[in-house]
């Protein structure tokens, strides 16, 4: 069973900086790419950034040049560096595993989920 941790979330001031882990026991970031997803109060869950085995990262529009998506060499941990942040980040934000990058560039959502972990930017 795939199972997902995430870790970091908090309560930052505008402008502040906080940084998201998602720790996997197993080895599904080896062989798929990892994401993390967010869902802002009263929207739908949204693409944050994804960053595939092969170390091709992309993200939302809303977080581009803001927030930065790694993983270490193991495959054992993604991250998410998240800089000026302001209150429209404010949200639950989700590690996803088990999705790709199709060649044609389409990206599909992969079927493991963390428990979530909760962002709040106070203005």
């Known amino acids: 069973q795939v199972q997902l941790v995430e870790s970091g979330g908090g309560f930052v001031q505008d402008g502040g900086s906080l940084k998201l882990s998602c720790r996997t026991s197993?080895?599904?970031?080896?062989?798929?790419?990892a994401a993390w997803y967010r869902q802002r109060p009263g929207n739908q869950r949204e693409l944050v950034a994804f960053?595939?085995?092969?170390?091709?990262?992309d993200y939302g529009g809303a977080v581009k040049d803001r927030f930065t998506i790694t993983s270490d060499n193991a495959k054992t941990t993604v991250w998410l560096q998240m800089n000026n942040l302001n209150p429209e980040d404010t949200a639950v934000y989700y590690c996803?595993?088990?999705?790709?990058?199709?060649?044609?560039?389409?990206?599909?959502?992969?079927?493991?989920w963390g428990q979530g972990t909760q962002v709040t930017v106070a203005s």
């Open positions: 197993g080895k599904i970031f080896r062989s798929n790419a």
């Open positions: 996803n595993g088990g999705g790709y990058l199709a060649l044609d560039g389409t990206w599909y959502i992969g079927e493991h």
């Open positions: 960053i595939t085995p092969a170390g091709k990262t």
